[in-house]
């Protein structure tokens, strides 16, 4: 039996029950507004129905949650697969995401590590670096250092070597190598190891050739190249290979030339073209077999007023156009053009003494003032000034041997000594002062004689010391059957078939006798000079041509072979 007042649920539960359609029903069949209501019975009856079969109501006003909860009550399998689906991509999304998520931190990882290792590894070679480079140019100058300095030269090179296999596609590190190949290189020639010295340039050189090759269009990588072809050049010439030396100052100057307008190089590349020609023109003109020595000359000196206009004070500068004048001066008296010669040469020697005056120090200044008084000299004696052209041999002998005494092994500066000692003899035998002419042509030719009697001596040594030995102007000096010998050794150690060798070979002949054989020689160092009056190898032809006359002269009168050629090498 039921208590008065009992009901079967409590209002909290009826709330909870009427909640949601039934109480949209209701509230929508009340609603004061007409447009707001049910409009017919019908429509009432259909919601009632919907709602006992939980279906979503017409009348608005059900939430989301009620349509959502009876579309569920109508159809929990689909709902429960999709749920089931839903929570495997979400799970699936989220392990990805975390996956991702450790991936990409193991990546910064690896890139901190890696940055690290290049790190670590820059300072490594730059340790190394110090070590090789820096701590052997710290011990150069110290007595009886040879034997370490060879062993770090060693090491240096097993240690270049070594990066190179691990330099593939890098092209920091192919740059800093060849850079260090080239430094080896020099100081592989400082310790007298030609063969070394030529592998470390090779080494470099195919680096940057590689380097070049791979980026045409990239002039920070064709500029250095540039630089590489100007020592490659340097190499050939010490060698003798002329012809080698001439394409590659040619190949240097042209890429310069073609680098001047890519504004990045512009700057170095304009005083690299004007350095290859500088080299050109010494060479073209050293050699006495093309034309184009006085045009080179003439190209390099435009290059350097550009330069100058530029930066009128600049020391190499100043120094590289007295050095323009010097070479112009010497293509012009080989060629026979003797009084704008000395005019040039004159213009030179003011311009190192400008710049020792500036810096009395100058090691490269005042090379250059005694190279030019050496030049100069020669020049006034085919002017026929013998006075002036003593003078100015004495101011170029203070000068060498100020330089050989600070650098006693230098191969060019003994070289120009020897030429000024033994040029001289002749104008001083012509002056009486037959005994000095006699210690002058001696010294000279002891100076020649050690490098020409080595076993690796180049063909410009032993051409040098047979000349001289042919032609000394002191009789009793001379050693026709020797410079004979040293001259087919330096004919058979030329590269090309070369004029200014023939031409000793040919004194050498004519001295011993061999008056023939003298006149065949000659004829075969003509055939490779150009016609008579074209360029600058018209002064060596008309030089030969000259001799051969003489000689010719001797055979018939078969007069005894007694006196010096009229003009020097």
């Known amino acids: 039996m039921r208590r008065p007042g009992w009901r079967p649920s409590t209002p909290r539960r009826l709330r909870r029950r009427l909640a949601g359609s039934l109480d949209t029903l209701v509230l929508s069949a009340l609603r004061k507004a007409p447009e707001q209501r049910y409009g017919s019975a019908e429509e009432l009856a259909e919601d009632l129905r919907r709602h006992l079969a939980g279906q979503p109501l017409l009348a608005q006003g059900e939430s989301w949650r009620a349509r959502a909860l009876k579309f569920t009550r109508r159809h929990r399998a689909g709902v429960a697969a999709a749920v089931l689906v839903g929570s495997s991509l979400v799970a699936g999304l989220a392990s990805t995401a975390w996956q991702a998520h450790r991936a990409e931190l193991a990546r910064a990882e690896a890139e901190r590590q890696r940055l690290r290792a290049e790190r670590r590894f820059a300072d490594v070679r730059r340790l190394a670096s110090a070590v090789l480079f820096e701590v052997h140019d710290s011990i150069a100058d110290l007595p009886g250092a040879m034997p370490a300095r060879r062993l770090v030269a060693a090491r240096a090179l097993e240690y270049l070597d070594g990066l190179a296999r691990e330099a593939a596609g890098d092209v920091a590190l192919q740059q800093e190598l060849a850079s260090s190949y080239e430094r080896l290189s020099e100081v592989l020639g400082s310790l007298g190891d030609s063969a070394g010295m030529q592998r470390s340039l ?6 940057r050739e590689a380097l070049a090759a791979g980026a045409p269009q990239d002039p920070r990588l064709q500029a250095p190249l540039a630089l590489s ?106 060629a026979g053009e003797l009084e704008p010669a000395r005019a040039e040469l004159l213009a030179a020697r003011a311009g190192f003494e400008a710049l020792l005056g500036e810096d009395a120090r100058s090691v490269s200044a005042r090379r250059g003032l005694a190279a030019t008084h050496m030049r100069l000299a020669a020049t006034l004696l085919e002017l026929d000034d013998p006075g002036a052209a003593l003078q100015s041999f004495g101011e170029a002998e203070r000068g060498l041997r100020l330089l050989a005494t600070a650098d006693p092994q230098g191969a060019a500066v003994r070289n120009d000594l020897a030429y000024v000692l033994l040029r001289r003899a002749a104008p001083l035998l012509a002056a009486g002062r037959r005994a000095e002419a006699h210690r002058s042509a001696s010294e000279g030719l002891e100076l020649l004689r050690g490098p020409a009697e080595r076993d690796a001596a180049s063909a410009a040594d032993l051409n040098e010391y047979a000349w001289w030995l042919a032609t000394c102007a002191v009789t009793d000096l001379r050693q026709p059957a020797r410079a004979l010998e040293l001259a087919r050794r330096a004919v058979a150690g030329s590269s090309l078939p070369n004029p200014v060798i023939l031409h000793t070979l040919a004194w050498a002949q004519h001295r011993s006798g061999r008056s023939d054989e003298a006149l065949a020689t000659l004829d075969r160092a003509l055939a490779l000079l150009p016609p008579a009056g074209k360029g600058v190898a018209r002064g060596l032809r008309r030089e030969i041509e000259r001799d051969r006359g003489r000689f010719a002269a001797e055979r018939a009168k078969a007069l005894p072979v007694s006196s010096a050629p009229g003009a020097g090498a």
């Open 229 to 334: 072809l100007l020592r490659q050049g340097d190499s050939a010439l010490a060698a003798g290979d002329v012809l080698s030396a001439v394409g590659r100052f040619n190949q240097a100057a042209e890429l310069a030339a073609a680098l001047e307008a890519r504004p990045e190089v512009a700057p170095e590349m304009r005083r690299v073209r004007a350095d290859a020609l500088g080299r050109l023109c010494n060479t073209l003109g050293s050699s006495g077999a093309s034309g184009a020595a006085l045009d080179v000359c003439r190209r390099q000196r435009e290059a350097l007023a550009s330069l100058l206009r530029d930066s009128p004070s600049d020391r190499k500068l100043r120094e590289a156009t007295a050095w323009n004048a010097h070479l112009l001066g010497n293509a012009l008296r080989v």
């Open 202 to 207: 090779d080494q470099a050189h195919a680096i």
